[in-house]
């Protein structure tokens, strides 16, 4: 085996790895030093420019009051978060993240007995724990294009699937289904099996969601997320959307009413919510920031997939040398391959300057 296919196996190995809860673990400190100002961190999509002064401020003031329960707050939120989608509190569950619903749902799911349907890759992290609650996972290949395959989905389902699970824009490969592919999948699969459709990334480019059809379809759960946009990863704020009576039976699966994001975090996002310019302007940085890298692959002969996100997968088999370690060795984190075998890579997007700096490396290392 040639030591570039090595490489790259490696960091195939190492990316699973990455998945895997025990890296989050055990996570070296230097990987967490948020003011390191030499790393640039491109791996877990965050937004490098969030939380938005408001936002800052809201959690700062909001430390004083943590030593009481957030229930009122729990109420407000999904107020807000309603307004926000068009729908009513009761249609909303809130997590401390969107991953912990992800884990609620197929919870929900698992209850049911049976198996779920997902792309592969996608968006993984909650499968492990799906398949311990005893829900195997039947995964199905993306399409050349590198979309979701939404008819190859569908074939692989059989009386057994309670769950399909789609990430749309598809994470790692940032692409995304048209709306009237979507709408007819929800129609077939919905009416007899939960879809839980990751959302997390609709708004860098208004992909429109499909929450518009939850009181219609009980089955439908659309996650959402505080992370990307509103640049509050760190602060754990995520939610679902779903027909009331499917809320009732997720929150069932919450340990108890409270449970979710702290009263710390819900001000920062009842802020952020208010916060339009802030959200407005990543928007337009991610834009400038991945122009950027679009621009240095095509200089560089890289090819890569129109993104609807904050990352770019892009392929690396006209490129001599191994890409992450290369990004490595110039303190760039997070490139890395979601795929066995495979010359692609995804890197998220930082700011316009740490882009710069990543076309200047694979320039200079070309
Ligand atoms: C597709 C997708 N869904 C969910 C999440 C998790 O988001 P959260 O921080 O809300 O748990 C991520 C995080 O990167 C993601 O990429």
Redesign the pocket.
């Known amino acids: 085996m040639q030591r570039r296919q090595l490489l790259k196996q490696s960091a195939f190995v190492i990316a699973s790895f990455s998945l895997s809860r025990e890296l989050f673990a055990n996570a070296p400190v230097t990987n967490l030093n948020v003011n390191s100002s030499t790393l640039i961190r491109l791996g877990?999509?965050e937004n490098p420019h969030g939380p938005s002064t408001l936002a800052k401020q809201a959690m700062i003031d909001a430390v004083g009051i943590s030593n009481r329960y957030q229930w009122d707050m729990n109420a407000l939120l999904k107020t807000e978060i309603a307004k926000m989608t068009g729908h009513t509190k009761d249609h909303v569950a809130l997590g401390a993240?969107?991953?912990?619903l992800?884990g609620v749902v197929s919870l929900w799911a698992a209850y049911k007995k049976g198996n779920v349907v997902a792309s592969e890759p996608t968006?993984k992290?909650w499968m492990p724990a799906a398949r311990r609650m005893g829900l195997p996972t039947k995964l199905v290949p993306l399409t050349s294009t590198k979309h979701n395959d939404l008819n190859g989905l569908m074939n692989a389902m059989d009386q057994e699937t309670k769950m399909v699970y789609l990430?749309n824009p598809n994470?790692p490969t940032g692409t995304v289904s048209p709306t009237s592919d979507l709408e007819n999948f929800i129609k077939k699969v919905a009416s007899t099996t939960i879809v839980l459709l990751?959302e997390?990334?609709t708004d860098y480019y208004d992909t429109p969601s499909m929450s518009k059809m939850i009181d219609a379809y009980p089955n439908l759960v659309i996650?959402k997320?505080?992370?990307k946009t509103f640049g509050m990863?760190g602060a754990?704020v995520?939610y679902v959307l779903a027909h009331p009576n499917t809320i009732k039976a997720l929150n069932e699966f919450q340990a108890w009413a409270n449970a979710g994001p702290s009263a710390v975090s819900m001000q920062g996002a009842l802020a952020a919510i208010k916060d339009k310019e802030f959200v407005t302007y990543c928007k337009q940085e991610n834009i400038k920031a991945k122009d950027i890298l679009y621009q240095g692959f095509d200089a560089l002969g890289i090819k890569h997939i129109k993104s609807f996100t904050s990352f770019v997968y892009f392929d690396t088999a006209t490129y001599k040398k191994d890409v992450p370690a290369l990004l490595l060795a110039n303190q760039i984190t997070g490139a890395r391959s979601f795929e066995e075998n495979s010359s692609w890579l995804r890197i998220s997007i930082g700011t316009v300057a740490e882009m710069e700096k990543v076309v200047a490396v694979l320039k200079l290392g070309a």
């Open positions: 877990s999509n993240g969107s991953s912990e992800l968006f992290l990430c994470n990751d997390a990334y996650a997320t505080f992370s990863a754990r995520g």
